[in-house]
């Protein structure tokens, strides 16, 4: 069992940055594929950036060269630095962590959500 939980959401303007954070509890931090989503209310989560067990990275198109995915195993913690804000950029962001390619169903899971706000 693995819980995560976000923070560094909040209220930015347009042009800003945020850092977000998403710890885990738990074992094996380090053997999940993690990554963090966006959902606006009624939508359907859209990927933002994951970064695997092995530190591969990859971006949704809209957020390359501005945001960065990170992970800290020592710390059981991942972070997404967001460079460029603008306002198409508010929405709630989850923290995901997934081991179903190697373990099998039933081992991924997914935080509460931080609430980012661009706004002037």
């Known amino acids: 069992q693995v819980q995560l939980v976000e923070s560094g959401g909040g209220l930015v303007q347009p042009g800003g940055s945020l850092r977000l954070s998403c710890g885990a509890s738990g074992s094996s931090f380090s053997l999940y594929h993690m990554g963090w989503y966006r959902q606006a209310p009624g939508k359907q989560r859209e990927l933002v950036a994951a970064i695997t067990s092995s530190g591969h990275t990859i971006y949704a198109d809209p957020v390359k060269d501005r945001f960065t995915i990170s992970r800290d195993n020592a710390k059981n913690t991942m972070y997404q630095q967001m460079n460029s804000l603008q306002s198409d950029a508010t929405d709630i962001y989850c923290c995901?962590?997934?081991?179903?390619?190697?373990?099998?169903?039933?081992?991924?899971?997914w935080g509460q959500g931080t609430q980012v706000t661009v706004s002037s």
């Open positions: 995901n962590a997934d081991r179903r390619a190697t373990v099998g169903p039933g081992y991924e899971y």
